[in-house]
C-alpha cells in the first residue's frame, strides 16, 4: 500500500545540495559557482559568505532575462542552507524550487540505500518515485552426498 507524504525540505548537507546544483544546473548549462565566502548580489543589497552562487548574468545567458539578482546559497549558524533571492523573480524562485526537489531526492536515496533499499521513479518528471527492498544473493545450499 502506497502513502501520500509532504516533505518539507530543510537544506543540511553540502555535498547532496552540490549534487542537486549539478542536476538542475547543468542540464540547463548554467554554471554555478562553489567557494567558502562567495558574494551574491540582489536587486538592492549585497550579501557575503554563501557557498554556492548562480550568477544573474548566468540566468540571463540561458534564457531568464528577468533575473534582477543572483541565487545565492548560505550556511546559517545552526548548519541549514539558506536560498538568497530577490522575491520578485518567480523564475529564479521556480529554479530554487527544483534544487530544493533534487535535494529531496538525494536525501531520501541516500538514506533509503543505507537501509538498503532502492528508489525506483515511476515516471520521467521524478516527483512519483517507489521504495523497493534492495535484491540480496541468498547463499546457494548444495547437497552433499556421504
Do not use: W
Request: hydrophobic share 35%; aromatic share 6%.
Amino acid at each position: 500500500m502506497s502513502k501520500n507524504m509532504l516533505v518539507k525540505t530543510q537544506i543540511k548537507d553540502r555535498e547532496a545540495l552540490a549534487d542537486a546544483l549539478l542536476q538542475v544546473c547543468a542540464g540547463r548549462g548554467i554554471k554555478v559557482q562553489t567557494g567558502d565566502n562567495l558574494t551574491t548580489q540582489r536587486y538592492s543589497s549585497i550579501v557575503h559568505g554563501c557557498q554556492f552562487v548562480i550568477a544573474k548574468e548566468e540566468l540571463r545567458r540561458t534564457g531568464n532575462v528577468s533575473s534582477f539578482g543572483d541565487i545565492g546559497f548560505r550556511q546559517t549558524a545552526d548548519g541549514t542552507y539558506e536560498i538568497l533571492l530577490d522575491d520578485f523573480d518567480s523564475r529564479d524562485q521556480a529554479l530554487a524550487n527544483e534544487v530544493k526537489r533534487e535535494y529531496a531526492i538525494a536525501m531520501v536515496t541516500r538514506r533509503a540505500e543505507a537501509q538498503g533499499m532502492r528508489v525506483e521513479f515511476l515516471d520521467d518528471t521524478r516527483q512519483n518515485l517507489r521504495l523497493h527492498p534492495m535484491q540480496t544473493r541468498r547463499p546457494q545450499i548444495t547437497q552433499r552426498r556421504y
